[in-house]
């Protein structure tokens, strides 16, 4: 499992923002304090987000998409989901699988019909390439708290606290279970809803990759992103119903500058306060 990218929308640093946190990253000799904009691959066959970054990650981390089935979207966000990467599975001279994009039902809609008044536009060139992206690629909605199997994966989408662009579309944090085991990638989201911890009390958890992206701001708990105090908050409770235990391995990801921690001082708070099973994911870290 490879993460791609772990900043959130603006990249870290940002490159039109000077501010301290900004300056210091760049001037970090810690290559782990530069991040693309987030997205994961769980193995050959599935990746979580598929952005404007994630192409060149995964050639700068020696991979490939060349077996891709699935892309699971937590939201109809520009650092979550960039549509025209459906343009390049076809050009692929050795392999074009059909693609499988799995994502809310409010974003499944709302991208369909986002596509369906592009095909409108007076614009031949941009329609001839719309239908050769929609040879390669089905959306296809998955319902929160309703369990699908996926090839050899049971994958459940909880409901994240955090607005997409579409109509009535939240963000899709996914519970994936295999016989080796069961994992939580959730990004974008708030403290976690009740609907969430309680759908969560019947499972646990061997990795759960959340986000953390604002850090030692304050914002409400219910801010469609996690501060380190919403964060704590959050995992004490997983804590507190047995969903973690103490050999879960937790990784925080979707930093943003704006969090004002490089990433040696974001991990060593957290294992402060969780211990070391608890670590800040950088670009590149494999695990």
């Given at each position: 499992?490879?993460f791609l990218g772990t900043a959130a929308a603006e990249s870290f640093p940002n490159p039109f923002c000077c501010c301290e946190t900004c300056e ?26 598929c952005n404007a970054d994630t192409m060149y990650a995964v050639s700068q981390f020696g991979g490939s998409l060349e ?221």
């Amino acid at each position: 499992m490879l993460f791609l990218g772990t900043a959130a929308a603006e990249s870290f640093p940002n490159p039109f923002c000077c501010c301290e946190t900004c300056e210091r990253a760049r001037q970090s000799q810690d290559k782990r304090n530069i991040r693309h904009r987030s997205s994961f691959q769980l193995d050959a066959e599935n990746l979580i987000d598929c952005n404007a970054d994630t192409m060149y990650a995964v050639s700068q981390f020696g991979g490939s998409l060349e077996k891709l089935k699935n892309i699971f979207i937590t939201h109809m966000h520009e650092d979550h989901f960039d549509y025209w990467n459906m343009a390049f599975p076809n050009m692929s001279i050795t392999h074009c699988a059909p693609l499988r994009i799995f994502a809310s039902p409010e974003a499944a809609a709302g991208l369909r019909e986002t596509c369906s008044l592009l095909r409108k536009a007076p614009f031949s060139q941009m329609q001839e390439q719309f239908l050769q992206m929609e040879q390669v690629y089905e959306i296809c909605p998955l319902p929160f708290y309703q369990t699908a199997q996926i090839d050899d994966m049971l994958v459940t989408p909880m409901k994240g606290r955090h607005s997409g662009f579409f109509n009535g579309e939240s963000s899709a944090n996914y519970v994936l279970e295999r016989p080796s085991g069961t994992l939580l990638y959730a990004s974008d989201t708030g403290r976690f809803y009740e609907d969430t911890f309680a759908w969560l009390r019947q499972k646990r958890l061997d990795i759960l990759i959340v986000e953390g992206s604002f850090g030692l701001r304050k914002e409400p708990p219910e801010c469609g992103h996690m501060t380190l105090q919403s964060l704590s908050e959050t995992l004490e409770q997983l804590f507190e119903q047995n969903t973690l235990d103490a050999s879960s391995r937790i990784y925080v990801t979707h930093i943003a500058h704006s969090g004002r921690l490089l990433h040696e001082e974001y991990e060593s708070l957290l294992q402060q306060r969780f211990g070391p099973n608890i670590f800040v994911a950088y670009d590149g870290l494999v695990i």
